[in-house]
């Protein structure tokens, strides 16, 4: 991948994270609105304890009033604390799985930016995306109160005491400075350990693919030693970024504590000479850390979420590569001839010597026993799959599946993908446009009925679990057909519906022809074959 691609950094936070991720957003504001709660709730608790020690020494001692603002304050943070925590952790875990499926749906011929290295964007997809969620619930947030708590925490110590003020808005920038270089030992550090285990989990990947290869030339035992070697120098990578990550946080500790006693020891002495009131000493004291909390949470964590940042940056440049031009649906498409066309299989070719015309504007059903190759054929109709065997043509030319081709194909699986989130969610996810702006699709394949039971937000699991067979079936059906593409390609579409349901999918396929689109189904149903206007057998070798 590209230098500059990867390197290219925009800020703290990088805006392409709330373009990218929408969950992101609720975690802004979350972290906004807990930072201000937080930082009141800190101004409030040390003017009580200032308060309440005041009164005490130097009387009168009415203590019933600033002691119940000092647990006060303590119940806001602890509840603050804990509500954040739990958002943060939800909302991140929604962001990086939000990235992740942006990002595989990014994944194809003709989306890949020149120079892409396939070993990095496979690490960052999985190990690298899973390290991001450190720096959205640790370094985030730190940043967050860094911006909020800090200025916040200092005004109120001039206002309390202007020598105090003065000695940490003096120390404070000392943090960022220790952290830039710091983090410019870090960013390093993580790169090469981010090519490292790139390198490394090629290695380990191409020598499990060859394993059976070796075990049949008896050579099974030798790469015991490789296996052995690519652990070995995966820990020393880990534990080299855990030493610098541990002595970065005993600076950041210690410049900190340093700054703190500086402002301690200048409150001290200006107490016993009697320059000061124990009200503003003690104020200024209890806020002095709070000072330089944030700043040291941030540096403390940001080397820890660095890895996760690096994988996300190349997963922008992935998402920031122009996608292949989609055509506007005006062009239509010619038939599709198929001349002996076999796929060879385990167990032979399935299909073999397959010949068939599929027109525009008619449906084609495909039959044929199990196993003969009529699911293989659609991937090959799609563009997925090239034929070992004969030729397939759409209007006399080659077929060859790429961008072009891909955006005016839709085929629904027999086994639709399907990943956790919402309804709305799976809808869009192949690119669909928001189900509000398809409400006949909606309806014509049922998923409205699925709709209405919990709405757009209905929580779908892995694999669809919350969705009954037939529900998962209507929502790949609707997804499909709404985007409008001239090629449908069904495998056994009316699977796990009832027969009302069916034939109003069907109808909608019929619409689909009679508007010009070259809609082709595999199924055995006896309504589907009757539904259309060709039925054509495929056979196995």
């Given at each position: ?32 609105a807990c930072g201000v ?32 603002l000092v647990a006060g ?450 199924g055995h149903d006896e ?15």
């Amino acid at each position: 991948m590209p230098e500059p691609a990867v390197r290219t950094r925009t800020g703290p936070v990088d805006p392409r994270l709330l373009r990218y991720a929408r969950s992101s957003r609720g975690l802004m504001a979350a972290v906004i609105a807990c930072g201000v709660v937080d930082t009141a709730a800190v101004i409030a608790l040390a003017y009580g304890v200032a308060t309440v020690l005041a009164r005490l020494v130097t009387g009168p001692a009415d203590l019933p009033g600033p002691v119940l603002l000092v647990a006060g304050a303590v119940a806001v943070r602890v509840l603050t604390t804990y509500v954040r925590s739990r958002i943060e952790r939800r909302s991140a875990d929604r962001v990086v799985s939000q990235l992740r499926s942006a990002a595989l749906g990014a994944v194809g011929p003709g989306r890949l930016p020149a120079g892409t290295d396939h070993e990095e964007l496979r690490t960052a997809l999985t190990r690298g995306l899973d390290d991001l969620l450190p720096y959205l619930t640790g370094y985030v947030p730190a940043l967050a109160l860094s911006v909020i708590a800090t200025p916040a925490l200092v005004v109120a110590m001039f206002v309390a005491d202007p020598i105090s003020g003065a000695i940490a808005l003096g120390t404070l920038p000392l943090l960022p400075v220790f952290m830039v270089l710091i983090g410019l030992l870090t960013r390093d550090r993580t790169r090469r350990r981010l090519a490292a285990m790139a390198r490394l989990s090629s290695r380990l990947l191409d020598l499990v693919a060859g394993l059976p290869t070796l075990r049949a030339l008896g050579r099974q035992r030798g790469p015991e030693r490789t296996v052995r070697e690519l652990g070995e120098r995966n820990a020393a990578e880990t534990m080299g970024a855990l030493r610098i990550a541990f002595l970065s946080s005993m600076v950041l500790e210690l410049l900190a504590t340093l700054c703190v006693a500086l402002v301690a020891v200048s409150i001290g002495l200006r107490l016993v000479f009697g320059e000061m009131t124990l009200f503003a000493g003690v104020f200024a004291l209890v806020l002095a850390p709070e000072v330089y909390q944030p700043l040291r949470a941030v540096g403390a964590r940001f080397h820890a979420a660095e890895q996760g940042v690096e994988a996300t940056s190349r997963v922008f440049a992935l998402l920031d590569h122009p996608a292949p031009a989609v055509g506007d649906g005006a062009a239509r498409t010619g038939e599709i001839v198929l001349r002996g066309v076999a796929v060879d299989g385990r167990d032979g070719a399935a299909p073999s010597g397959f010949d068939g015309v599929l027109r525009p504007g008619r449906i084609t059903a495909l039959t044929g026993p199990n196993g003969c190759g009529k699911s293989t054929l659609l991937t090959v109709l799609a563009g997925l799959t090239v034929p070992d065997r004969g030729e397939v043509t759409v209007g006399g030319a080659p077929l060859r599946g790429g961008p072009e081709w891909w955006a005016r194909v839709a085929w629904c699986p027999q086994h639709p993908y399907l990943e956790p989130g919402s309804l709305e969610h799976n809808f869009t996810l192949l690119g669909a446009p928001v189900p509000q702006s398809v409400p006949r699709v909606v309806a014509a394949t049922g998923l409205d009925e699925v709709v209405a039971e919990r709405g757009w937000e209905r929580p779908v699991g892995t694999g669809g679990a919350g969705l009954s067979a037939g529900q998962r079936q209507r929502l790949a059906l609707a997804r499909t057909l709404a985007l409008g593409r001239d090629v449908l390609l069904f495998d056994e579409p009316t699977a796990h519906l009832d027969p009302d349901h069916a034939d109003r999918v069907l109808a909608e396929l019929r619409a689909r022809a009679g508007a010009g689109a070259l809609v082709v189904i595999v199924g055995h149903d006896e309504r589907v074959l009757a539904a259309a206007d060709e039925v054509l057998e495929v056979r196995r070798a």
